[in-house]
Every structure is written in C-alpha cells, then in structure tokens.
C-alpha cells in the first residue's frame, strides 16, 4: 500500500474518531485481514448495507463491509490494500449457463463468429489446411448463415453444399459448428471417415439435410451431428493418456484464463460427462483452476442413480467445485429450426422443430432427479419445449409433495407461449436466460415466428419478473463471448446492432439486470448463503469495474472494463 493512501486513511480515521468521542488508544483493533478495499463504490445488494467504500477479507471470507475509516482498523503490516480509485465494485459475477471447456477448446480451434459469407469460411479452412499435418481434423465454431451478407449458392435453408469446403480440404476431415452449437457443417472426408451415405437415417431427433437426389449436403441438424463427430474422433481416441491430459490441461487453462479476464468468479458448467468431473477435481487439487464451477451432469438417468451418492459434491476445494444438476436437452435451437414449436415455423411451414430427447426418458430423469436430491436443468427454446418442460416438472413436483425448494430450472427459456410464463413463478421454476441472446438473435426471429409471435413469446423477462420468477443471467459461451457485459447492456436495452430495441417494454432494469448476475445466479445453485452479496461470513468474490454501470450512460456500458477479479480474497485478474 501506498504512503498516500496509508495517510489518507490514517486522516479520515482520526477525523472519524475525534468526532465521536473515540480514544482509539485504548480500542482494541480486530485481527487484520489479508485483503482491504477502500476507496470505491461498494454495491453490495446486501440489505443491511448496501453500500459501502470499502471491505475486509481474511483468507477467503469476508469480515467487514462499511466506511473507509472503520474498514482502516482491518489495516496491518502484511494486508493487501486495494485502492479502489472510486471504481465500483460488486459481488462476484456469476455466469449461470456456459460450456466451460468448450470455452478453452474454441480457442484452439478456428474462430468463425466473425465471418461475414460461405466463402469467407472456406477460405479460412483453406488456410489452415496449409499449415495442417494430412489428415488432421480440422475444426471450426461460431459461423452463422443468418448473419453471413449473402446467401450461399447452392444451398438448402441458408445452408450451403459441402463442395467448396470439400474442394479445398479434400485430405483432412473438416467440422464446423454452429453458434448454437446445435448444427454443424463437413466435408465429404469427414462424411466419409463417418460413414455418412445417401442412405445413411436420419436419428431420434436429429436431421441430415439432403438434396433433392437424397445425397448428404453436409449439413446436420441437433443429434445428427454426432454421425460425424463419433466418426472423425478415431484419431482422437487414438492419442496417448498423457497427450489427452495435455490437451486438457490447456483447454481447462484457457477457459480459466478466459472467465477471469471477463469479470467471473462462478460459473453454471452446463453439461459434461463424470470423466469431466474427475478431471476438474485433479485440476482443483493441484491448485490449478481460479474460477468456481457449478457443474451440470450430461449423464442418463440410470447412471445417475446407479451413482447418485458418488457423483453429488457440495463445495469441493473450498467451493470451487459443486455437482448437484443434471443437464438435459428437450429440444434444439430457432436457428437450425430444431427450437420445439406449438405451431410450424413462418420461415419453414413443414416443420415445428425437433424433440430431441423423448419425454419417457425426461420423465425417468425427474424421477431421479427429485428422490436423489438433484436440480434438474433442462434446455428449452421453443414454445412447445418450455410448456412440456414445465408439464414434466409440474407433475414430478405433484408426485412427490414432501420435496420443496426444488429450484429445478429451465435454461434458455427462450421463446414462452404466454400461458406459461406464470407457471415459472407458481412453481418455483428458475428461468437461466442469456440475455445477450435477445439483441444477437432478435433481427433474425421475426423471420422464423413472425411479428406477432416474436413479440409475444421471445425473451418475455419483465413478464417473467412479474410473474415472481427468478432470472439467472449468462452467456451461453462459446456460443457469444464469456463477457458479461454485453448480456448485462442487452438485459438493460434490449438493442440490436442496428441500434432498434427488440420490443423493449420486456426490458430489466439496471439493479435487476446487475441481480441476474449476482443474487440470483447464486440462488440458481443454491449458494445465497455464500455468494450472490457482499456481507461478512460470505466468500470474498468480488468483480470490479472502470465505470459505474448502474449510473454511467447507457452508451457508456459496453466500454466499460474489468479492472479486477477477486476470487476468496485473491486478485486472479487485473487489468
């Protein structure tokens, strides 16, 4: 710490004191903490204290929270102290739903949410082809035809023919994934180390998109991508233990690196294996990962039961790891027209989207799930999705009344016929939307619902809000950037790149936008009793900022930076 902030504190103490009465002399001063902030905004959405300038830490708990003279006294020989500089400070931001390793794995792969055409990303391809050893899987994610400047040629709903992809890498396979992450593009080696034919089914809810003479265009829909992914992973499965471990220790580095930089101190894992677990659990031991993970299990129900005891973890390594939600897929995403629909898509009459997994087997998972002690965690898009959703949970509820606070939760939640939306709020349902989805979405939805169904079902958070239902905010990442930013500025304007709001009225304001990340991402996991506010005897996670986003301008918010993040009394990020 500095001398002048050693002596600005120092004077405002002593000022303090003289006027009340105080003989410091005599006081006894608390044992000091490891880690004092001072200086700054505090938002602490504690209702004792909702602001403060400054706060105490030992170890990785906080102790005080309140005035600059008053924290001083936590102030000895080896505490870290934290000039704040007016900058605002809040509880750690809680990223509710996002792919955690595919976060780091995007980043060794090519990055494709910035191209602007079909040619361009072949072009991309062909580049990386060059600098490929033959035969190596080539990968890519985040292209999307709704947002490419011209339609390919040819091409079947927006979705181009593999040709060209094919021309330019005819040795390596190449799969390229949607943003959603729920279609992806091949090229014929990739079909043809998969296996995929003409006469190649199409499976349980999923759909290969084929040409009018029945061939592969090399386009897969929801569960029929993993035709080529099971395929082209031989060579994968090929690799040593210690390669395998390699690459991971990377991906999970990567995406670590990632969320810190971003202002996160917990994130919603929203689905990976038991193996995934174990590896995150060596990673932990080693005192290797920053970021807290709240890990959904991708796991079928049976096994789940089989291992319900082994598997359910509260708080690993002093709350870095929690595994207590299973994660399931009811249906798909608008874009690829996979999201389950009450009524046929505008855009694609034949079609009101895909199932895809069976309701038996959601109603098996309920089951589990509610006698094992489980959340459940179910991603739902279309209309259809999110009323079977609640239908299911609604009758598991009924079947067991003795089990409350449930907080089972429905990720996504994207598009809700209005019926339902009470139903959030009657049954305790937790609503984990994406707010930034809503403007990165919004110029393309009317197109697949029409006008008048996009204004009344899509991203309804103030009729949700009303209805007493709790919002836990996120990115989806790497489905749009581990930033939170954006998806807070989307929750407050709902506007899109062409500056028009997406029917704004369904607008948060900036407190309830700043709890979907805080309070209520920790509510979500069952964690308000640790994280979501700034108050002693809770975790000293803390993200700050460089502007004050519940006053600044509203242009102001996405220029807005992280300047630090604090996770149990460590800076693991500065700026």
Known sequence: MSQKIRSRIAGALAVFAAGAGLVL??????????????????????????????????????????????????????????????????????????????????????????????????????????????????????????????????????????????????????????????????????????????DTADPPGGRIIKDGEGRPIGAFLETAMDLVQLGTSRARAARTPAEVMTENRKIIELADRECLSKGLTSVGDAGVGWTTVELYKRIIDEGRLGIRLNVMLSENARRIEANAAAWKIEGYGAHHLSVHTIKRLIDGALGSHGAWLLEPYEDLPSSAGLNTESIEEMKETARVAVENGFQVATHAIGDRANRETLDIYEEAFRAHPGKT?????????QHLHPADVPRFGKLGVVAAMQAVHCPSDGPW?????????????????????????????????????????????????????????????????????????????????FEEGIKGTLAAGKLADVTVFTRDLLTCPEEEILSAEVAMTIVGGKVLYKK
Request: aromatic share 6%.
């Open 25 to 198: 002399a005599g006081a006894v001063p608390p044992e000091p903490a490891t880690l004092v902030l001072t200086n700054g905004k505090i938002v602490t959405l504690d209702a004792a204290v909702p602001e403060a300038e400054a706060l105490a830490a030992r170890g990785d708990r906080i102790v005080a929270v309140g005035p600059a003279v008053e924290i001083a006294r936590y102030i000895g020989p080896e505490t870290e102290v934290v000039d704040l500089g007016e900058r605002l400070a809040t509880p750690g931001w809680i990223d509710s739903h996002l792919h955690f390793m595919s976060v780091g794995a995007s980043k060794l792969s090519l990055d494709l949410t910035t191209a602007k055409s079909w040619e361009e990303i072949v072009g991309r391809v062909e580049a990386a082809v060059q600098n490929a050893v033959p035969g190596a899987l080539i990968t890519g994610r985040g292209w999307h035809q709704e947002k490419w400047n011209q339609v390919p040629r040819p091409n079947i709903d927006g979705l181009p023919f593999h040709d060209a992809l094919s021309r330019v890498s005819p040795d390596n396979p190449v799969i390229l994934t949607h943003a959603s992450g729920h279609s992806s593009l091949a090229n014929a080696k990739a079909m043809e180390l998969s296996g995929v034919t003409a």
């Open 405 to 413: 606070d449930l907080r089972w939760r429905i990720e996504h939640a």
């Open 445 to 525: 939805v009317p197109k697949r619902l029409g006008a008048k169904r996009a204004g009344e079902t899509s991203y309804v958070w103030r009729s949700l809000l009303k209805s007493g239902a709790v919002i836990a905010n996120g990115t989806d990442a790497p489905v749009e950037a581990a930033d939170p930013l954006p998806s807070f500025y989307a929750a407050v304007t709902r506007k899109m790149n062409n500056g028009e709001a997406f029917f704004p009225a369904q607008k948060m304001s900036r407190e309830e936008a700043l709890r979907s990340y805080t309070v209520n991402g920790a509510y979500a996991a």
